[in-house]
């Protein structure tokens, strides 16, 4: 039996779409090659819609956990970014727990990506108002350029005036590193860490049939 892969309209692949619209075309190729290695041992069996839904909602919209540690330090424990619309009550429920510390610890050593929107609204925390324009997209394909601005309305209180720290590691990914050097970037957060990953670049998503690769 041969994998199956996902296939287009026009005859071509998932993993091809990759080479034509990765942000960096030098490594496509090997992107496509791990992706259809991955296929063949059936990684990607169990990853429709609904199952991966059903996981983030498992994972309490990517909070791990929540804590207040000695000296009134408040730790917020990232898995992963939860999309803004999906995750925004979980993201606010966090944010209200540690609303009162006197410093706040994001730990994001374990997070391994998530949505460019979350990344936003997480980010929209830490300043005081909807005027900051934290960072861009640029998307290869079609050349256009997305801004991502602070959030002007948020379920929880802004923490704005204490000081915040984001701890990284080694497989810190995509939006995980969103939020790291955003808030590095506008001086909002000191960042403690590893090297991370290296892969802070959107993903698009397509709908897909199932076809057996010849």
């Known amino acids: ?30 992107t496509v090659a791990a992706i259809r290695r991955r296929l063949t041992a059936g990684e990607y069996a169990d990853l429709d819609g609904p199952a991966l839904l059903a ?5 309490n919209q990517g909070v791990r956990r929540v804590e207040h540690r000695e000296g009134n330090v408040g730790l917020i424990d990232l898995g992963l970014i939860a999309d803004a619309m999906g995750g ?35 980010c929209s925390y830490f300043f005081g108002d909807d005027q900051v324009h934290l ?10 350029t997305r801004q991502y601005w602070t959030t002007g309305h948020l379920p929880a209180p802004r923490y704005t005036d204490r ?28 960042v403690i860490g590893e090297t991370t990953r290296g892969g802070a670049q959107p993903t ?3 709908t897909r049939s199932p076809r057996r690769s010849r």
């Open 88 to 122: 925004a009550r979980v993201i606010g429920a966090a944010m209200q727990l540690v609303a009162h510390s006197t410093a706040l610890v994001r730990d994001l050593r374990t997070c391994l990506g998530g949505s460019p929107e979350g990344a936003a609204m997480w």
């Open 135 to 144: 960072n861009d997209i640029y998307d290869r394909p079609t050349g256009a």
């Open 204 to 206: 698009a998503r397509a």
């Open 55 to 59: 996981r983030l909602k498992d994972a």
């Open 1 to 30: 039996m041969t994998p199956r892969a996902y296939q287009r309209t026009d005859g071509r692949t998932r993993p091809d779409r990759i080479t034509a619209g990765y942000a960096f075309p030098e490594k496509a190729e090997r």
């Open 163 to 190: 000081p915040v720290y984001v701890l990284t590691g080694s497989t810190t990914f995509s939006a995980g590193e969103d939020v790291a050097y955003t808030l590095q970037a506008h001086g909002r957060a000191v």
